[in-house]
């Protein structure tokens, strides 16, 4: 029994997305956003500020070892917490002008400058040169922002899986309307082959008038060929198997069994069987319904080309 999608566990992600998210240590905060597209491989773009391409490669690794297709692109940003350096006195250089001033009150008798005056000197406060990470503290940084990472690949995931979602319920709604069509086809398949062997039994009585040397086998013969090249049932056999695949891949989608693939060669298969089926056709009405289900499948693709 082939299997029937139902919409409950769906597992069919869409190759499109985006999620962002942030983290901090104290002395800085950063911001990972993700975002992805349809692609027909799987293609990572990373964005690391100068001095972080370390993370680049564990980035693409993370990647991957959640997604399979779709374009990627990874963008890190890191900002400072402290909008400012951090201030200090030049010791040394104030305890100078302290003897110096004791030295000016002796000799001149001047009063004691204030502190705040003696602190606007120049080079007596100093801001502090940012000191260079050590490697426990960078090896702590990278881990945060990798776990960071994690969080928005997640939220990537989750975001594709909810895309997914409805791509799923709108692909099944065009294979229901495939399945409708090749159902009403197959009913008018059924009369065209009634329709057809009297129009071709007259068409061949005519003949037979007229070239009498014609035999009776030889007249049943040419009939059952013209009927077999109208027969359209091997098309409808075919599009009715396409069908039962159609929703057994819907059925069987998981992370580890992504079937984009496999359905946009699907898409085609059911593009030939109706091309084949409109060709064949010698009934109006048949004709109607193959070009109606033409149109269904051709809209089709527009959805599977997004699925992973």
């Known amino acids: 029994m082939n299997a029937h999608w139902t919409g409950e566990g769906n597992l069919i992600a869409s190759m499109t997305g985006y999620a962002r998210a942030q983290g901090a240590d104290g002395r800085r905060r950063w911001v990972w956003e993700v975002r992805s597209v349809n692609g027909r491989n799987l293609e990572i773009r990373c964005r690391v500020p100068p001095g972080f391409d370390r993370l680049e490669n564990p980035a693409r690794g993370a990647v991957g070892g959640r997604l399979k297709r779709g374009n990627v692109s990874l963008s890190l940003t890191i900002a400072s917490e402290r909008q400012n350096k951090p201030l200090s006195i030049n010791r040394p250089l104030l305890a100078e002008l302290a003897t110096l001033v004791d030295e000016v009150r002796r000799t001149t008798g001047a009063g004691a400058p204030s502190a705040d005056g003696l602190l606007r000197v ?3 406060i100093e801001e502090e040169e940012a000191t260079e990470d050590s490697e426990e503290t960078l090896a702590a940084l990278d881990k945060a922002l990798q776990a960071t990472l994690e969080e928005a690949l997640k939220g990537l995931v989750g975001a594709r899986a909810a895309e997914g979602k409805a791509l799923a319920a709108v692909i099944d709604g065009h294979v229901a309307e495939i399945e409708g069509l090749c159902a009403r086809a197959v009913e008018r398949a059924a009369v065209q082959i009634g329709i057809l062997r009297q129009r071709f039994e007259g068409q061949l009585a005519e003949l037979l008038g007229r070239v009498p040397a014609l035999s009776e086998e030889r007249f049943a013969q040419e009939v059952a060929l013209l009927v077999g090249k109208a027969d359209v049932r091997e098309e409808l056999d075919r599009l009715t198997a396409h069908i039962a695949q159609a929703r057994t891949l819907l059925a069987e989608a998981r992370p580890d069994n992504p079937i984009g693939r496999k359905f946009d060669f699907l898409c085609q298969e059911f593009n030939r069987e109706a091309n084949t089926l409109c060709s064949k056709s ?16 051709e809209r089709m693709p527009e959805q599977v080309q997004n699925v992973e």
């Open 122 to 124: 120049r080079g007596v």
């Open 282 to 297: 010698a009934d109006i009405e048949l004709t109607r319904i193959g070009i109606d289900q033409k149109g269904a499948i």
